[in-house]
């Protein structure tokens, strides 16, 4: 994990896993309704929020673009000064976090 090489792919499947559920999520479940895994208990609902954690900056799409872009290159810089001495569980959190924003950065960008 510590290699660049490792990272970029934990990176990418992260990415590819965050794109497909949300893809799936978009097409199998129409909005606002649910489909129950456990009845009563636990079910997958399709809701749709435009800001950041709980609707944070919802009329504002620019400022959370601006935001998502200056973190993913300060996230990048973050993991190129830790690679070769940080404990693994952090690099691969790095390369999780790194995946959310870079997740988070297409549906800004394209959705």
Do not use: E
Request: with cysteine; glycine share 10%.
């Amino acid at each position: 994990m510590r290699r660049p090489l490792p990272f970029a792919m934990l990176v990418l499947l992260g990415v590819t896993v965050d794109q497909l559920t949300k893809y799936l999520a978009f097409w199998l479940i129409p909005p606002s309704g649910s489909i129950p895994l456990l009845p009563g208990i636990f079910h997958f609902t399709h809701a749709t929020n435009r800001g950041v954690a709980f609707s944070m900056l919802s009329g504002r799409p620019l400022i959370i673009l601006a935001i998502t872009l200056v973190c993913v290159p300060v996230l990048i810089r973050w993991y190129t000064q830790t690679w070769r001495t940080g404990p693994a569980l952090l690099i691969a959190g790095q390369g999780l976090i790194l995946s959310g924003a870079l997740g988070n950065l297409i549906d800004r960008a394209f959705f």
